[in-house]
């Protein structure tokens, strides 16, 4: 049994920063690599990034390159998501998702959500022009 819970989301400005966390419990947080998913009205859940166990590698998708980043603290059992240069089109449900699995980084796996065995409940942002 894992759970997520981000936290973090809100209304912010285009051209405007924000942090949003993710908290899991119920197993060791240390195993898992970890993703960010957004998902806006009517559109397909759309890859943003992830991370691997020991955060030494990490991919991002192409709308986000440059502007957001990913960081994790397997001590305190949390994913983090610094969005900066913020635009109106990153407004969506961001969801925080977490792969128990042991195989090896690579992009088109971490990519798909269904890759991701458990998923928080999201956290909405929205940015405003």
């Known amino acids: 049994q894992v759970q997520l819970v981000e936290s973090g989301g809100g209304l912010v400005q285009a051209g405007g920063s924000l942090r949003l966390s993710c908290a899991a419990s119920g197993r060791i947080f240390s195993s898992y690599t970890m993703g960010w998913f957004r998902q806006a009205p009517g559109k397909e859940r759309e890859f943003v990034t992830a991370i691997s166990r020991s955060g030494d590698s990490t991919y991002y998708g192409n709308s986000v390159k440059g502007r957001f980043t990913i960081s994790r603290d397997n001590a305190k059992n949390t994913v983090y998501l610094q969005m900066n240069s913020l635009k109106p089109e990153d407004t969506a449900v961001y969801y925080c998702?977490?792969?128990?699995?042991?195989?090896?980084?690579?992009?088109?796996?971490?990519?798909?959500?269904?890759?991701?065995?458990?998923w928080g409940q999201g956290t909405q942002v929205t940015v405003s022009s």
């Open positions: 998702a977490a792969d128990k699995t042991t195989a090896a980084w690579f992009i088109p796996r971490i990519i798909r959500p269904l890759t991701y065995d458990y």
